[in-house]
């Protein structure tokens, strides 16, 4: 810091010309990088629309409500609506159990927790959050999926009246619902972090006034710490959506894949985009490819319109949230 | 866990009519805890049910209902309430401790008796695949230099946007970077693998290698090293910056040599996980690197390996014990390398964090 405050005073001798054209430089190249951003954004959307156009110009079925994938077929037929499908279903399982769990293990570490406790464990969430996919879904193959054969014939027999939970067929329960509780794992920690940080900035006066009126620790969560996190815990969620769309790998590998679509979710089958993708890109053909790149386009715009959203809704609550204070 | 607002009963002034209410003992939650879990197991066993995924979910709805009531009959309904409510963030974080723990236990375990010496230093090159031996030296290589090149794109690129968000952005185009740098943290894997393929294999007609993997992998990186080195550079006080005009020194040499030298443990920081975050993935790379048998230490030519892609072959490919035994091993070194540099990155952070930055 102070290598250049001896240079100062001899600022004088120096034309003042030089030091603009080096911050113009500098200024263009930082922009630059800026701008190189918004064009390789610009670039995924473009490219993958360019190359969707060729496969669906020889789609013989409707792209959207299509069940088949035979884009290599002589007579080429493939449509996303089990992909679709799978893709939101598999996230929604994966959401409904992993934001009240984040929700919690956030209150645990910011609240609960004795602090001995809770420093580490926050730190050990974070490393969590590291944790390759591809050793989550060789974790779920191989050690998950035993462990899910009780609990799956269990919910069909006591929960089967849903229609949801009837299994229609026996077989590994690779269905979409092993699939959620593992993305619900995987995206545990993001969720978590994310709402941490949120609870912790929460005002100490907020609380400390609510438990001066009296309230039990749960009231003073309930009226002071949740009303403020609820931009944080809806933002994180959204991004832990975010990523359980994408996921691909752990995906490929646990789930079963066929061109069925069934709200039965614990039947074996179905699929995901980025699952599809990785299956069928290795044997794909020209058009096969083709084809891949559309049901990519179509991740791509709809985890666009996810994070976009969280995003959105972060920027309008931070002026008054003061969740950046 | 619930004492935080009692006062001992000895320290309050007892005047008129009695003001605290009927408290359960600090024993109860625990003592509850033990109870349920008892019954829990009891009644699996005793229905038969295999799997402990059960026995546990039995057990949990046994303690949050019974600590309920409990304290609904002693303490009254708000008390049971606040009581319930701490059951349930202990229960949360005890369900997302026991994947997470069994996760890291499975893969230590299992990966624990397949890495040695010779698993590190081989290839598969001439193994046959069903069978036993064969290492991932190729695998290893492959994903260092893949992350290498990545980085050296990526850093540069990441900072730049960086400091032009926080030093220059002003305006329209500024409010779009950042809002796009958000939204590219979230472009799944295998969408940014699809776009390099049709850019780069497609349109330019270059073949699979390692350098197209790290393309995709840089893609992915730029927006984590964006946000952190951002985070980083509005923590530097401006006092600094305003200290350093005043001295007449330009604005390019302040961000050079004040703004990011002050910087520089937690822009380290930001680097080295987007540097653990690209590492396990697995998406892109399958797409772009191909996967080889043999050891190519060129990443320009020619198809590589990478840890993820290994694991993943040996599992869908080999698909039999061998397969597994090796994936686990590959698992095992891929989490050991992540977790490591994520503790150094943690590391500089809390040794190098700028201070008095509020």
């Known amino acids: 810091m102070t290598s250049s405050s001896p240079a100062a005073p001899r600022g004088r001798e120096r034309r003042p010309r030089d030091s603009r054209v080096g911050d113009k430089i500098f200024m263009n190249l930082a922009r630059g990088a800026g701008i190189l951003l918004l064009v390789i954004m610009a670039a995924i959307a473009g490219f993958l629309a360019w190359r969707s156009g060729m496969a669906l110009s020889n789609n013989n079925g409707n792209f959207l409500t299509t069940f088949e994938w035979t884009p290599d077929a002589p007579k080429p037929v493939f449509g996303i609506a089990v992909l679709a499908f799978g893709t939101i279903v598999s996230a929604l399982i994966a959401m409904v159990i992993a934001v009240p769990v984040a929700i919690g293990i956030a209150l645990f570490i910011s609240h609960y927790a004795p602090r001995r406790i809770a420093q580490p464990f926050a730190y050990l969430v974070d490393l969590l959050a590291a944790v390759p996919s591809i050793v989550y879904g060789l974790w779920g193959a191989l050690f998950l999926i035993p462990h899910m054969d009780g609990l799956t014939s269990w919910l069909n027999q006591y929960l089967g009246w849903t229609y949801l939970f009837d299994q229609t067929r026996t077989g590994t329960p690779r269905n979409l619902f092993t699939v959620g509780i593992l993305l619900a794992i995987m995206i545990l920690p993001i969720i978590t972090a994310v709402s941490r940080e949120v609870f912790r900035q929460v005002p100490r006066m907020h609380e400390e006034a609510a438990l001066a009126l009296g309230a039990t620790r749960w009231e003073m969560i309930r009226t002071a710490v949740l009303p403020f996190g609820r931009p944080g815990i809806i933002s994180a969620s959204m991004l832990g959506l975010g990523r359980a769309l994408g996921e691909t790998i752990a995906v490929a590998v646990v789930l079963s894949a066929n061109s069925v679509l069934s709200l039965h979710i614990l039947d074996a089958g179905g699929g995901t985009f980025a699952q599809n993708i990785a299956l069928k890109f290795a044997e794909a053909g020209n058009n096969g490819r083709d084809a891949l790149m559309a049901s990519g386009l179509v991740l791509f715009v709809i985890t666009l319109l996810v994070n976009g959203a969280a995003r959105l809704i972060i920027a309008r609550r931070k002026e008054y949230s003061g969740a950046n204070a | 866990m619930t004492t935080m607002t009692t006062v001992p009963e000895d320290a309050r002034p007892q005047v008129g009519p009695r003001l605290t209410a009927n408290r359960l003992p600090r024993w109860t939650p625990p003592a509850v805890a033990a109870g349920s879990i008892a019954v829990g197991c009891g009644i699996g066993a005793a229905a038969g049910l295999q799997s402990h995924l059960q026995w546990g979910l039995i057990s949990a709805l046994l303690f949050l209902v019974g600590g309920y009531l409990i304290s609904a009959q002693v303490e009254g309904r708000r008390q049971a309430k606040d009581r319930f409510a701490t059951s349930v963030v202990w229960v949360a974080f005890i369900l997302a401790v026991v994947p997470l723990v069994s996760l890291t236990v499975y893969t230590v375990q299992q990966g624990i008796g397949v890495v040695n010496g010779n698993f590190l230093s081989h290839s598969m090159k001439g193994v046959i695949q069903s069978g036993p031996g064969g290492g991932i030296y190729h695998a290893l290589l492959g994903t260092l230099q893949q992350v290498g090149l990545a980085t050296l794109i990526a850093a540069p690129l990441g900072l730049l946007t960086a ?196």
């Open chain 2, 163 to 358: 400091v032009y968000l926080v030093e220059y952005g002003r305006g329209r185009l500024a409010k779009a970077v950042t809002f796009f740098v958000d939204v590219m943290t979230g472009v799944p894997s295998i969408v940014a693998g699809l776009f390099i393929l049709s850019l780069w294999n497609l349109a330019l007609g270059f073949s699979y290698s390692g350098f197209s993997g790290s393309l995709a992998l840089a893609i992915l990186m730029i927006p984590v090293v964006v946000r952190s080195t951002e985070e980083m550079l509005k923590l530097v006080p401006n006092e600094l910056r305003e200290a350093s005009y005043a001295l007449g020194v330009p604005k390019w040499k302040t961000i050079l040599r004040i703004v990011l030298p002050t910087a520089i443990g937690g822009i380290t920081t930001g680097v080295m996980l987007a540097v653990a975050r690209i590492t396990g993935e697995t998406a892109p790379v399958m797409m772009l690197v191909f996967g080889a048998d043999y050891i190519n230490s060129n990443p320009f030519d020619g198809p590589q390996q990478s840890l993820p892609m290994y694991i993943w072959q040996q599992y869908s490919v080999v698909n039999n014990d061998f397969g597994y035994a090796r994936a686990w091993g590959a698992a095992l070194v891929l989490i050991a390398f992540v977790m490591g540099l994520n503790l150094i990155a943690r590391g500089i952070a809390r040794w190098r964090s700028p201070k008095g930055g509020h």
